[in-house]
């Protein structure tokens, strides 16, 4: 791993571990928003709303083969 990684990567991992209090973390990296979440009561939160939660392009692309399945839950 390159020194750029390892600083990058140290500098992602300093940042989740100076908001982990808040329960919830989210990044974009690249195009790609990404949530962490620290608790039981955000992750409830968050997979208890259909409001909060949209499919991704991922999962369609998965779709086509997995049909319905656990995805769909």
């Known amino acids: 791993m390159s020194n750029y990684s390892v600083g990058w990567y140290n500098q992602m991992l300093d940042f989740v571990n100076k908001h982990r209090d808040k329960g919830v973390v989210q990044m974009k990296i690249l ?8 608790t039981p009561e955000c992750i409830e939160t968050l ?3 259909s409001e909060l939660i949209t499919k ?3 999962y369609k692309f998965l779709h086509h083969w997995l049909g319905y ?5």
């Open 31 to 38: 195009e790609t928003s990404n949530v962490i979440l620290f």
């Open 47 to 49: 997979l208890g709303s």
């Open 56 to 58: 991704s392009k991922e």
């Open 69 to 73: 399945s656990i995805l769909n839950r």
